[in-house]
């Protein structure tokens, strides 16, 4: 043992430091590296964050660190600052950010996968007989037919998006339609452009383009169906051809199977796709590729971000928007926010796509820090559809339909078009409720309301995950329970009665909760001519229907009244992105918003049709309120087993606060606008800066503070900087 050798480890544990161990024989692992050691009474898998010789430490103390469990770093210098940056900014333990950096089955200390051996790739032969196939196996030919070079398996199965198993090949090898080729060493070609791109996609290409290998962040921003996508591929196509990775981000895999196609279509086998759906295994396998650098490009979810990709180029964030960035527990880190950072580490440009940017983003386009890359029109030249309002205090709705809705959707499905109805309630009813006595279907565990789910017969609490057989007869005074108020599956019943015979599917949630139902969903929904889909926000996700020809809004009062800081915002975003669903390939279509208040300024804003002048009144009040992204925010939570335990630790942390507080206001404590969840009780306090600076100042502080004289254990604390929602 070198007596003087000592490395720093990070261990996945609530606390803000790194603890020393000292090294066996052999070289010192560097940082990045795996280690085993032991902490406390147990065996820990920690990640050295430092190595060397520090003076002035009290060596009889240190213990030896028991094994190094990788031969060489597997997250690399630039993760590593990045993952210390997030620990800085977000006030987040640095253990706890770093480990839950890694692949599961790599927090738990198993070892790195040993890479596949060359899978074979297959092709249609030259000479290919053609004898009867059935619909899967023409999809199969089709899909090689399509790409410019041999496939292996798993880029098949992207491309065709069938889940395919080798045998099936090999039956289609033995039949003499396709063969298997020994993997060519070098990648395949990368595919031309699909499309002549429009000066405006050309000036954003271009843009990007001059800029790699530099710190440069773009917004593009274009309304649905104005080619951003395009725009992605030829850039991603631009930083490939140089020998360069390429970083994508998406709010949710699973509900953009149309966009992996695309991407596959384009750089057939050079991606990896990596999303938490998948098996830790094969998530590990698929990290590990894009971190060796054999994959060109990398697809992901907000946890991709931090992948180690050696020769990243270009990092692509789509729907930058989406609030599904935000991460909501633990490390409550921002994947748009830390992809801009972790381009200005690396220095790379980073690009953030949206039809509907979050006034963040726009606002810093305005001062200057990205560059602004609007998309005009249309390629098709289509227009969005125009966005009108129907007053449900005149047309009174029945199970959340009025007649001028009705109307519109017959005369759509009259034309053989398909009409979207949009309501972001999942379930059947809200609530199960008592006429007689006024008794209702409370969650034991929370303040919310059990849901009714018809098809399971269940209540069910969307917050903690509660359920109950359904009940017929009031426990309370025995007389029996009516549903109130309205969810998706309640409105596929009365979409039903209205359109017998129509073809009818609905997408949320709970249609999709198995492997595989997502894809007949929309294979369904593709099928049809006239029909109708019925769907929570999902619907108004990026999937491109050619034909969808009227775009119905149930129920957007809630958002237009909400105190979250964000409701407004993201009403006239998930607005507009359903809207986007309508006109696609020549008629725009139309879209129907049902409002008690179609004289708000924000239902007149989106008649505008001009998504920056419906912005900008959203602006001037942030800006009159010091709300972001004109000032700072963070949140503090406080949770505790009693109401009494809760308000009284919160007490003492706002107090805390205040001691530091410079020019930020601390408002609070108060029991969150959820008190009670999972028979846990909730308070808060706010934090409003007018700086950055000062707010990490406070935080750091009183964060000190708390530190040292820890709270009990059985009340939590967490804080959550630039919070999305304050609820
Ligand atoms: P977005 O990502 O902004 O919704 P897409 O890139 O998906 O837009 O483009 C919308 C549709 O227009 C797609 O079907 C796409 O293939 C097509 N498209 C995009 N750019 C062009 C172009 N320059 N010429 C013709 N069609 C295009
Ligand atoms: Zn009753
Ligand atoms: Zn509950």
């Given at each position: 043992?070198?007596?003087?050798?000592?490395?720093?480890?990070?261990?996945?544990?609530?606390?803000?430091?790194?603890?020393?161990?000292?090294?066996?024989?052999?070289?010192?692992?560097?940082?990045?590296?795996?280690?085993?050691?032991?902490?406390?009474?147990?065996?820990?898998?920690?990640?050295?964050?430092?190595?060397?010789?520090?003076?002035?430490?009290?060596?009889?103390?240190?213990?030896?660190?028991?094994?190094?469990?990788?031969?060489?770093?597997?997250?690399?210098?630039?993760?590593?600052?990045?993952?210390?940056?997030?620990?800085?900014?977000?006030?987040?333990?640095?253990?706890?950010?770093?480990?839950?950096?890694?692949?599961?089955?790599?927090?738990?200390?198993?070892?790195?996968?040993?890479?596949?051996?060359?899978?074979?790739?297959?092709?249609?032969?030259?000479?290919?007989?053609?004898?009867?196939?059935?619909?899967?196996?023409?999809?199969?030919?089709?899909?090689?037919?399509?790409?410019?070079?041999?496939?292996?398996?798993?880029?098949?199965?992207?491309?065709?998006?069938?889940?395919?198993?080798?045998?099936?090949?090999?039956?289609?090898?033995?039949?003499?339609?396709?063969?298997?080729?020994?993997?060519?060493?070098?990648?395949?070609?990368?595919?031309?452009?699909?499309?002549?791109?429009?000066?405006?996609?050309r000036r954003a290409v271009t843009a990007i383009g001059q800029e790699l290998g530099n710190r440069a962040v773009f917004l593009l921003d274009g309304v649905t169906g104005?080619?951003?996508?395009?725009?992605?591929?030829?850039?991603?196509?631009?930083?490939?051809?140089?020998?360069?990775?390429?970083?994508?981000?998406?709010?949710?895999?699973?509900?953009?199977?149309?966009?992996?196609?695309?991407?596959?279509?384009?750089?057939?086998?050079?991606?990896?796709?990596?999303?938490?759906?998948?098996?830790?295994?094969?998530?590990?396998?698929?990290?590990?590729?894009?971190?060796?650098?054999?994959?060109?490009?990398?697809?992901?979810?907000?946890?991709?971000?931090?992948?180690?990709?050696?020769?990243?180029?270009?990092?692509?964030?789509?729907?930058?928007?989406?609030?599904?960035?935000?991460?909501?527990?633990?490390?409550?880190?921002?994947?748009?926010?830390?992809?801009?950072?972790?381009?200005?580490?690396?220095?790379?440009?980073?690009?953030?796509?949206?039809?509907?940017?979050?006034?963040?983003?726009?606002?810093?386009?305005?001062?200057?820090?990205?560059?602004?890359?609007?998309?005009?029109?249309?390629?098709?030249?289509?227009?969005?559809?125009?966005?009108?309002?129907?007053?449900?205090?005149?047309?009174?709705?029945?199970?959340?339909?009025?007649?001028?809705?009705?109307?519109?959707?017959?005369?759509?499905?009259?034309?053989?078009?398909?009409?979207?109805?949009?309501?972001?309630?999942?379930?059947?009813?809200?609530?199960?409720?008592?006429?007689?006595?006024?008794?209702?279907?409370?969650?034991?565990?929370?303040?919310?309301?059990?849901?009714?789910?018809?098809?399971?017969?269940?209540?069910?609490?969307?917050?903690?995950?509660?359920?109950?057989?359904?009940?017929?007869?009031?426990?309370?005074?025995?007389?029996?329970?009516?549903?109130?108020?309205?969810?998706?599956?309640?409105?596929?019943?009365?979409?039903?009665?209205?359109?017998?015979?129509?073809?009818?599917?609905?997408?949320?949630?709970?249609?999709?909760?198995?492997?595989?139902?997502?894809?007949?969903?929309?294979?369904?929904?593709?099928?049809?001519?006239?029909?109708?889909?019925?769907?929570?926000?999902?619907?108004?996700?990026?999937?491109?229907?050619?034909?969808?020809?009227?775009?119905?809004?149930?129920?957007?009062?809630?958002?237009?009244?909400?105190?979250?800081?964000?409701?407004?915002?993201?009403?006239?975003?998930?607005?507009?992105?359903?809207?986007?669903?309508?006109?696609?390939?020549?008629?725009?279509?139309?879209?129907?918003v049902q409002t008690g208040h179609p004289g708000h300024p924000l239902m007149q804003a989106v008649q505008s049709g001009d998504y920056a002048s419906m912005v900008a009144?959203?602006?001037?009040?942030?800006?009159?309120?010091?709300?972001?992204?004109?000032?700072?925010?963070?949140?503090?939570?406080?949770?505790?087993?009693?109401?009494?335990?809760?308000?009284?630790?919160?007490?003492?942390?706002?107090?805390?606060?205040?001691?530091?507080?410079?020019?930020?206001?601390?408002?609070?404590?108060?029991?969150?606008?959820?008190?009670?969840?999972?028979?846990?009780?909730?308070?808060?306090?706010?934090?409003?800066?007018?700086?950055?600076?000062?707010?990490?100042?406070?935080?750091?502080?009183?964060?000190?503070?708390?530190?040292?004289?820890?709270?009990?254990?059985?009340?939590?604390?967490?804080?959550?900087?630039?919070?999305?929602?304050?609820?």
């Open positions: 043992m070198h007596p003087e050798a000592l490395v720093r480890v990070a261990v996945d544990r609530p606390l803000d430091q790194l603890f020393d161990y000292a090294c066996p024989d052999g070289p010192l692992p560097a940082a990045g590296q795996r280690v085993r050691v032991t902490f406390g009474r147990s065996e820990q898998t920690g990640l050295v964050l430092e190595s060397g010789q520090p003076p002035g430490i009290d060596r009889s103390r240190i213990r030896p660190l028991d094994t190094i469990l990788d031969p060489e770093p597997i997250l690399s210098g630039p993760i590593l600052e990045l993952l210390r940056f997030a620990s800085r900014y977000y006030h987040h333990p640095i253990g706890e950010t770093v480990l839950n950096a890694l692949p599961p089955a790599l927090r738990k200390g198993l070892p790195l996968p040993v890479p596949a051996p060359a899978e074979p790739r297959w092709r249609v032969r030259p000479d290919a007989t053609h004898p009867r196939l059935g619909p899967r196996q023409q999809a199969i030919v089709q899909g090689l037919e399509a790409s410019r070079t041999a496939l292996a398996l798993d880029a098949l199965a992207d491309l065709t998006g069938l889940a395919l198993r080798r045998n099936e090949l090999q039956r289609l090898a033995d039949h003499g339609v396709i063969e298997a080729i020994a993997d060519e060493a070098a990648t395949p070609p990368p595919g031309g452009p699909s499309v002549a791109l429009t000066p405006d996609q104005s080619g951003k996508t395009e725009v992605y591929l030829e850039a991603a196509a631009a930083a490939i051809a140089r020998g360069l990775q390429v970083l994508i981000l998406v709010p949710e895999i699973a509900l953009t199977p149309q966009l992996v196609r695309r991407i596959s279509r384009r750089f057939p086998g050079q991606i990896a796709a990596l999303h938490s759906g998948l098996p830790a295994g094969e998530r590990l396998r698929v990290w590990d590729t894009a971190r060796r650098g054999d994959r060109n490009l990398l697809l992901g979810t907000r946890s991709a971000l931090f992948t180690p990709l050696p020769r990243l180029g270009l990092v692509i964030v789509d729907e930058e928007h989406d609030p599904a960035y935000k991460q909501q527990d633990g490390l409550r880190y921002h994947a748009r926010d830390l992809a801009v950072m972790r381009g200005h580490i690396e220095s790379v440009p980073v690009v953030l796509g949206s039809a509907t940017p979050t006034l963040e983003s726009l606002e810093k386009t305005r001062d200057g820090h990205y560059r602004h890359l609007p998309l005009g029109t249309r390629p098709d030249g289509s227009l969005p559809p125009p966005v009108r309002c129907v007053d449900t205090r005149v047309h009174r709705t029945d199970e959340g339909l009025s007649s001028p809705l009705l109307d519109a959707m017959r005369s759509t499905l009259n034309d053989g078009r398909q009409c979207f109805v949009l309501l972001n309630r999942r379930g059947f009813a809200r609530v199960l409720a008592c006429e007689h006595c006024g008794w209702v279907s409370d969650c034991p565990h929370c303040d919310a309301r059990l849901t009714v789910h018809a098809a399971a017969r269940r209540s069910i609490c969307h917050l903690c995950g509660y359920s109950q057989p359904l009940a017929e007869h009031c426990p309370a005074c025995g007389q029996e329970l009516s549903q109130q108020g309205l969810g998706t599956q309640r409105l596929e019943r009365a979409l039903s009665r209205h359109f017998p015979g129509i073809p009818l599917v609905r997408l949320d949630r709970d249609s999709i909760r198995r492997r595989g139902e997502l894809e007949n969903c929309l294979d369904a929904i593709r099928a049809m001519d006239a029909g109708i889909v019925v769907g929570t926000q999902m619907l108004a996700k990026g999937h491109d229907f050619p034909r969808v020809g009227l775009v119905g809004v149930i129920d957007v009062d809630q958002g237009l009244f909400s105190v979250d800081l964000r409701a407004a915002e993201q009403t006239l975003q998930l607005v507009l992105q359903a809207a986007g669903r309508a006109g696609r390939g020549g008629d725009p279509g139309v879209v129907l009144p959203l602006l001037a009040e942030r800006r009159a309120a010091g709300m972001p992204p004109f000032g700072f925010l963070a949140l503090v939570r406080i949770d505790g087993p009693t109401p009494e335990a809760s308000a009284r630790q919160a007490e003492d942390i706002a107090r805390q606060l205040r001691r530091h507080a410079q020019g930020v206001r601390v408002l609070g404590p108060a029991p969150a606008p959820r008190h009670r969840v999972n028979r846990r009780f909730r308070e808060q306090i706010l934090l409003a800066s007018p700086t950055r600076k000062a707010l990490h100042h406070t935080l750091a502080q009183a964060r000190d503070g708390w530190q040292h004289q820890p709270p009990p254990r059985h009340l939590r604390i967490s804080i959550d900087v630039d919070p999305i929602t304050l609820a």
